[in-house]
């Protein structure tokens, strides 16, 4: 499930299913699983400054 999410460049997807992972296999993921959730939440905080921004573009330019 977390190769077939990798491959459509999901993520987040795939963060969510090696998250249910257990014992070694979890404790050998873990140091991905981290840095895979860090990405995913700056991608994440970055799509919400985006479109804030282009909220407060258009409220400009329509003299809002």
């Known amino acids: 499930e977390a190769q077939a999410a990798?491959?459509?460049?999901?993520?987040a997807g795939a963060?969510?299913?090696?998250a249910?992972?257990?014992?070694?296999?979890a404790t050998a993921a873990q140091p991905?699983?981290?840095?895979a959730q860090l990405r995913v939440d700056a991608?994440?905080?970055i799509a919400k400054l985006s479109q804030d921004l282009a909220g407060?573009?258009?409220a400009g330019?329509?003299?809002g």
């Not at 963060?15 to 090696?18: E, G, P, R, S």
């Not at 249910?20 to 296999?25: D, H, I, R, Y």
């Not at 991905?32 to 840095?35: A, V």
């Open 6 to 11: 990798l491959s459509k460049s999901d993520l």
């Open 15 to 18: 963060v969510k299913a090696l």
């Open 20 to 25: 249910t992972l257990k014992g070694g296999a």
């Open 32 to 35: 991905w699983l981290k840095d």
């Open 43 to 45: 991608e994440q905080t």
């Open 56 to 58: 407060d573009m258009a």
């Open 61 to 63: 330019a329509s003299g």
